[in-house]
């Protein structure tokens, strides 16, 4: 994944650096430029160079900083405090996030919270004010499509695609457009909220050199004319001015596009054409910039990190990956008799990180599905545990523990299970009902399992108790 | 003589059942009633295993067994090869069910809805009392392959005139069309691939062909 800006573009990243090698954004390290105080919760500007300055930077860097370091900061490390207002927008991490009912606590310390939301769940919960929004069923957006953007390379066209109303909206609920405009005028920032529509954080800038779609920014707007502005907008880029159709020529065409060569799926003729050096030598970089790193944490007494720093080098090393998940067991007091099992998760299409096992649907056809619904086991391991297919089992690490079916498997490694569901909810309609088994309560938010880049693993070392026979 | 087929191109599948999602919404069937599911099938020993996903439903067979042991004649074949169920004929007697070697066919004795008794507007706009202690199965969205004979368009190819299972795969696993054609989309896949149907040996002829490699 490319974090440099601009994201709709992969090629306008490209750049040289001074050293004749590809630029990349590290967040600043030199004794200069280095920012001791982290400016978000999670810190990934002052701890993590690599993932850099874009949109996505806060979501990449060690996001559980935020709820660990709100119960106890760390040794010579700026007190994290709690945000004066929260805004969560269409995210749950109540149920899914490494140990929960941690991260449910620091939640609940907030001390004013607004979330948007279409459901009841288990963060909104904790809401003083719910503004409820409509479904994508309902509401309005203009969304890229295709292009070289910083995910998905291999289109052979790119474009915009308009996702508009199926039906009518359901109880009180609003479009989100028409929830931040008035949000946007109640709170006096009308000024500014049309600025940045117009500089294009809504999809696309309505003015450049060759158009000019922009809104009035002393006026409030409708759902409508901006989406129509945007909309106009997108048409005058794609075809460099010359069209301008809006709103209502992509609710009746759903999209437009246009080709894109294959050679924009690459970076190498970008990199050819600029005359830039090619690759190997960027581990120097990185083995400097971790160095500049240490020094900057340890100018100021902070030796947590160091683990993380021995990531930082000119060329991989081999890392005892396992170990570091196995050390951290004893040290808690476990052991490998008491925690056989590695535990290990899969990512499920049906339930889409955990947004969609509310929906009746899409939780009926995630069962034609092995494994949705309980802990799949190693079938020939099983038998030796005297655990049948359907047996009710406990799982449960030296964070907590869980249970669910047991799932018979042959595709499966004798020493490992696998557990889809990783979510437990308790509020959001339907899936409370599930009660699915829950990684996240076997998955502990710890430090020495955090590598350089913020982020960790799930996985655990954890033991299997049979509870009953299938019911 | 048209007979409408289908193909499953069990290389292409990842069992991601949006072939399943969207056939439940486009024909409203009840929860827990798949008339197109995808079923995940392992197989071998560790640690030499395979897992397959393979599309079923109806097989719209030539020589339907569910239609032959139907007492009210509700279940018959059309000149187009599929089999379909005339819901004011049937009785709910169950026979049909038992006689499908593909447990193709569902019926369901009281109305339900996804979230309890309480119907979402959708469910509750749709809701066909006829289908009420009868027997249902996949109907290869008969409606839409009916107005191709309208509009002209061909089933298969045009997605107006094609079964939802197959223009919602987005894998490329399902194709649709007119066997007797050799021109057909179905016909040349055939013609250049290694395919079996289920079950072929009981002799019910199944409209449905599984792609399993090239020739």
């Known amino acids: 994944m490319r974090l440099n800006r601009p994201a709709t573009t992969r090629q306008a990243s490209v750049k040289i650096n001074e050293d004749g090698f590809m630029y990349y954004p590290m967040n600043p390290t030199s004794k200069e430029h280095w920012a001791p105080n982290p400016a978000v919760r999670n810190a990934h500007g002052t701890m993590v160079p690599l993932s850099a300055n874009s949109p996505w930077s806060t979501a990449l860097g060690p996001t559980h900083f935020s709820w660990m370091f709100q119960k106890e900061s760390p040794e010579n490390w700026p007190k994290v405090t709690a945000p004066d207002i929260w805004f969560c927008y269409r995210t749950n991490p109540s149920i899914s996030f490494w140990d929960t009912k941690e991260v449910v606590k620091r939640i609940a310390e907030f001390p004013f919270i607004v979330a948007f939301a279409y459901s009841y769940d288990e963060t909104n919960h904790m809401a003083d004010v719910l503004l409820p929004e409509c479904t994508d069923f309902e509401s309005t957006q203009l969304i890229r499509v295709g292009g070289s953007k910083f995910i998905e390379q291999f289109w052979d066209h790119e474009g915009f695609a308009l996702r508009q109303p199926a039906v009518k909206p359901h109880g009180d609920t609003r479009d989100f457009t028409e929830i931040a405009t008035e949000l946007a005028v109640r709170a006096g920032l009308l000024e500014d909220y049309n600025k940045a529509i117009n500089r294009g954080s809504a999809c696309v800038s309505l003015r450049t050199d060759n158009y000019d779609f922009s809104l009035d920014t002393t006026q409030r707007h409708s759902v409508d004319t901006i989406w129509d502005r945007t909309c106009q907008a997108a048409s005058a880029e794609l075809s460099n001015g010359r069209d301008s159709d809006g709103l209502g020529w992509y609710k009746e065409h759903g999209l437009r596009t246009r080709p894109i060569s294959r050679l924009s799926w690459y970076l190498f003729p970008e990199l050819k054409k600029q005359g830039i050096r090619f690759e190997m030598p960027f581990q120097e970089r990185l083995y400097r910039v971790g160095l500049e790193l240490g020094n900057r944490l340890h100018e100021r007494g902070i030796k947590w990190w160091d683990t993380q720093l021995c990531e930082y080098g000119g060329l991989p090393k081999v890392h005892d990956f396992p170990g570091i998940w196995e050390q951290e067991t004893i040290k808690q007091g476990g052991s490998f008799k008491e925690f056989p099992f590695w535990l290990i998760t899969s990512r499920s299409m049906q339930y889409a990180w955990g947004s969609n096992v509310g929906v009746q649907l899409m939780d009926e056809v995630a069962g034609n599905l092995r494994g949705h619904k309980g802990v799949v086991i190693n079938s020939g391991k099983a038998k030796e545990l005297g655990i049948a297919d359907g047996d009710l089992i406990e799982v449960h690490s030296y964070t907590g523990k869980t249970q669910g079916p047991a799932i018979l498997s042959q595709g499966i490694r004798p020493d490992t299970l696998l557990m889809m569901g990783q979510f437990d909810h308790w509020a959001t309609p339907y899936a409370k009902d599930l009660k699915a088994p829950s990684m996240n309560s076997l998955i502990a938010m710890s430090m020495a399992l955090t590598d350089s880049t913020g982020s960790g693993a799930d996985l655990a070392r954890v033991g299997v108790k049979r509870l009953g026979a299938a019911s | ?215």
């Not at chain 2, 069937?29 to 996903?53: A, H, K, L, M, N």
């Not at chain 2, 049937?90 to 008794?117: E, K, L, W």
């Not at chain 2, 006829?130 to 368009?153: E, H, I, P, Q, W």
């Open chain 2, 1 to 215: 003589m048209t007979r409408y087929i289908m193909t499953a191109d069990l290389r292409r599948c990842i069992g991601c059942q949006t072939c399943t999602a969207s056939c439940r919404q486009t024909n409203a069937t009840p929860p827990d009633v798949q008339w197109r599911s995808v079923i995940d099938v392992e197989s071998g020993e560790y640690p030499d295993v395979r897992r397959s996903f393979i599309p079923v439903g109806c097989q719209h067979c030539g020589d339907p067994p569910c239609m032959h042991v139907c007492p009210t004649t509700a279940t018959y074949q059309r000149d187009d090869g599929l089999v379909e169920i005339d819901y004011d004929k049937c009785i709910g007697c169950g026979y049909c069910a038992v006689a499908c070697p593909y447990q193709a066919r569902h019926i369901t004795h009281r109305v339900s809805f996804a979230y309890g008794d309480t119907p979402m507007a959708s469910e509750e706009a749709r809701l066909d009392p006829r289908r009420t202690s009868v027997a249902t199965k996949c109907t290869f969205c008969m409606d839409r392959v009916d107005a191709a004979k309208v509009n002209g368009l061909t089933p298969g190819v045009d997605p107006e005139v094609t079964p939802a299972c197959v223009n919602s795969c987005i894998a490329g696993v399902l194709a649709f069309g007119d066997k007797q054609d050799p021109d057909s989309n179905v016909s040349k896949l055939l013609a250049e691939t290694q395919h079996f149907r289920m079950h072929e040996e009981l002799g019910t002829d199944p409209g449905f062909y599984y792609i399993w490699d090239k020739k």
